[in-house]
């Protein structure tokens, strides 16, 4: 929904911008919109699917996927390059005495060490890479169709 709304701003400024180019931007923009739409009725349809499952997340950067579709996402501060110290590990155990979840979302691969000593304690992990910044590689609504069959996979 956010990025539909910026996408409607966007085009709203170079329409003004750009008038003779309308008929166009108006054809491009509508298929936007559908593909957005698209998105977002995936992702109600994964709410349904994981209900209110507790749910790991290596970093604070889905809080607005959480807000939007009521998601229970407890955030670390974990980089996926990285792995975990001893302490860490100790709190992010007592966390799951007391919180018991089966997945983690990761922003990006983690470490084989990581992935062992996560599949020690049954939890299993998927990425999702939430698109905050300059995309290099690839487009925004294909990472995002991407991220949406990685959620696909998590199961009660």
Not at 18 to 33: C, G, I, K, R, V
Not at 110 to 121: C, D, G, V
């Amino acid at each position: 929904e956010l990025a539909a709304q910026h996408a409607n701003s966007i085009f709203l400024a170079m329409k003004k911008r750009w008038p003779e180019h309308t008929d166009s931007m108006q054809n491009n923009h509508a298929l936007l919109q559908k593909d957005l739409k698209e998105l977002h009725d995936a992702m109600l349809e994964i709410k349904k699917q994981i209900g209110n499952i507790p749910l790991l997340a290596s970093h604070p950067v889905y809080q607005y996927a959480t807000r939007a579709y009521n998601l229970n996402i407890h955030s670390l501060h974990w980089e996926p390059d990285a792995t975990p110290d001893a302490n860490e590990w100790q709190t992010f155990d007592m966390f799951l005495s007391n919180n018991p979840t089966k997945w983690m979302i990761w922003e990006d691969t983690p470490t084989k060490e990581t992935q062992a000593k996560l599949s020690q304690r049954n939890i299993e992990w998927i990425v999702f890479r939430p698109q905050g910044g300059a995309i290099k590689n690839d487009d925004f609504l294909s990472i995002m169709r991407a991220n949406i069959e990685a959620l696909k996979s998590i199961k009660p």
